[in-house]
């Protein structure tokens, strides 16, 4: 009797729910649809201060990635009205065509991404409440003079960088950077990794000695390949990034809604990872120094690199070009075996401020005269950092 009791008592509200639920969905639907935000009192809640400054250290780091892929598509992009459309430099998107016929096209789209992502999220920051980030008026880096360019001023340098190319061999690696910090994972491309190397053609001296053709790898200048094949690792470089910061942060929100938020646009970081290391896999064998850098770089025929080896004595040693998807590394505990993850994800290993840095050492803000930039973009990321999921 008594257990039948409860059982009929949880028919009763089980009904009684769902009865409530569909004439509330009736009722919604006949006032024209569904509410502007999240569906329910739990996600309507007032959102953290710690949710917010998530959420604005995302936008700030969106609003980078603008910059510095607005240049890549203003000299290698598609042009059309979607984006801010220049003449383009046809000699450098033929260059970067080596790496995939399809490149122009990707270009313009990670950057039509980019600036969704900047655009959704201060807006929804000013729906509720919160302020939004602008960081226009720390555009003061001079950009390239290139035939292409829109020639403003920046607020990302392209021109000297210095590439972690690490990431191709984590990400081929049983080695989690999570449960050992000092790890050390091969360079892709070592040269990369010391001195400083253009990205884009700073000027038309840059692509001097090339010309557009059906083939060019033939018709393109060695110094001009090497500039678009260090983009080519470049954009992986910026997206792994992006990877690895959207599934920190997604362990410190409180708001359903927020979480919704950062893992989705997070996993959108995450296509653009694949495609880029996927593409940059395809540059040639060659050597080049930069007369202006005073910076020599090699690249190797990763497409013939070593292969893939036992899982379990995989070291971070792996190079090859086509293993585009994770290899399966340890997580959580070694215990459980390998799973193919996003590497680093731990709060502790990774974050908003290890991804300012990350961006500082990439030499994409070397020239910015304003100091405060770097002050309340740190900022930022430690009020992200420092933020605590609440339940």
């Given at each position: 009797?008594?257990?039948?009791?409860?059982?009929?008592?949880?028919?009763?509200?089980?009904?009684?729910?769902?009865?409530?639920?569909?004439?509330?969905?009736?009722?919604?639907?006949?006032?024209?649809?569904?509410?502007?935000?999240?569906?329910?009192?739990?996600?309507?809640?007032?959102?953290?201060?710690?949710?917010?400054?998530?959420?604005?250290?995302?936008?700030?780091?969106?609003?980078?990635?603008?910059?510095?892929?607005?240049?890549?598509?203003?000299?290698?992009?598609?042009?059309?009205?979607?984006?801010?459309?220049?003449?383009?430099?046809?000699?450098?998107?033929?260059?970067?065509?080596?790496?995939?016929?399809?490149?122009?096209?990707?270009?313009?789209?990670?950057?039509?991404?980019?600036?969704?992502?900047?655009?959704?999220?201060?807006?929804?920051?000013?729906?509720?409440?919160?302020?939004?980030?602008?960081?226009?008026?720390?555009?003061?880096?001079?950009?390239?003079?290139?035939?292409?360019?829109?020639?403003?001023?920046?607020?990302?340098?392209?021109?000297?960088?210095?590439?972690?190319?690490?990431?191709?061999?984590?990400?081929?690696?049983?080695?989690?950077?999570?449960?050992?910090?000092?790890?050390?994972?091969?360079?892709?491309?070592?040269?990369?990794?010391?001195?400083?190397?253009?990205?884009?053609?700073?000027?038309?001296?840059?692509?001097?000695?090339?010309?557009?053709?059906?083939?060019?790898?033939?018709?393109?200048?060695?110094?001009?390949?090497?500039?678009?094949?260090?983009?080519?690792?470049?954009?992986?470089?910026?997206?792994?990034?992006?990877?690895?910061?959207?599934?920190?942060?997604?362990?410190?929100?409180?708001?359903?809604?927020?979480?919704?938020?950062?893992?989705?646009?997070?996993?959108?970081?995450?296509?653009?990872?694949?495609?880029?290391?996927?593409?940059?896999?395809?540059?040639?064998?060659?050597?080049?120094?930069?007369?202006?850098n005073r910076s020599t770089v090699t690249f190797a025929d990763l497409t013939k690199a070593q292969g893939e080896t036992d899982p379990e004595s995989l070291k971070g040693d792996t190079l090859q070009a086509n293993l585009i998807m994770p290899e399966p590394a340890h997580f959580l505990d070694p215990s459980l075996g390998a799973v193919a993850i996003i590497r680093p994800s731990s709060v502790a290993n990774s974050g908003a401020v290890a991804a300012v840095r990350a961006l500082t050492a990439d030499g994409l803000f070397v020239g910015q005269p304003d100091r405060t930039f770097?002050?309340?973009?740190?900022?930022?990321?430690?009020?992200?950092?420092?933020?605590?999921?609440?339940?």
């Amino acid at each position: 009797m008594q257990m039948g009791g409860r059982n009929n008592r949880r028919r009763f509200f089980k009904q009684g729910a769902m009865a409530a639920g569909t004439a509330a969905l009736g009722t919604l639907l006949a006032r024209g649809g569904m509410p502007v935000f999240a569906a329910d009192d739990e996600d309507r809640r007032p959102l953290t201060r710690g949710d917010i400054a998530i959420l604005r250290f995302l936008a700030a780091a969106e609003e980078i990635e603008s910059d510095l892929w607005l240049q890549y598509t203003e000299l290698g992009g598609v042009q059309d009205s979607e984006l801010p459309a220049t003449s383009g430099n046809a000699l450098y998107t033929n260059a970067l065509t080596i790496l995939d016929g399809d490149m122009p096209q990707y270009i313009h789209d990670n950057t039509d991404d980019e600036f969704s992502h900047v655009r959704f999220l201060n807006n929804y920051l000013a729906a509720k409440g919160a302020e939004p980030v602008d960081l226009s008026r720390f555009a003061n880096i001079p950009g390239s003079t290139a035939t292409g360019s829109s020639g403003k001023p920046r607020l990302t340098n392209l021109t000297k960088l210095t590439i972690d190319t690490s990431f191709w061999s984590r990400y081929r690696s049983i080695t989690n950077p999570d449960f050992d910090r000092n790890a050390q994972f091969v360079q892709a491309v070592p040269s990369l990794s010391v001195g400083q190397h253009t990205a884009i053609p700073r000027s038309d001296d840059d692509v001097a000695g090339s010309s557009v053709s059906d083939d060019p790898a033939t018709s393109i200048s060695t110094h001009l390949q090497a500039i678009a094949f260090t983009a080519g690792f470049h954009f992986a470089f910026i997206e792994q990034g992006g990877t690895s910061l959207y599934a920190t942060m997604a362990q410190k929100v409180s708001s359903l809604e927020v979480l919704r938020i950062v893992l989705s646009i997070g996993g959108s970081e995450i296509m653009h990872f694949q495609t880029w290391q996927d593409k940059a896999g395809n540059a040639l064998p060659l050597t080049d120094t930069d007369p202006i850098n005073r910076s020599t770089v090699t690249f190797a025929d990763l497409t013939k690199a070593q292969g893939e080896t036992d899982p379990e004595s995989l070291k971070g040693d792996t190079l090859q070009a086509n293993l585009i998807m994770p290899e399966p590394a340890h997580f959580l505990d070694p215990s459980l075996g390998a799973v193919a993850i996003i590497r680093p994800s731990s709060v502790a290993n990774s974050g908003a401020v290890a991804a300012v840095r990350a961006l500082t050492a990439d030499g994409l803000f070397v020239g910015q005269p304003d100091r405060t930039f770097f002050s309340f973009l740190m900022q930022l990321a430690e009020a992200a950092d420092a933020a605590r999921r609440q339940l």
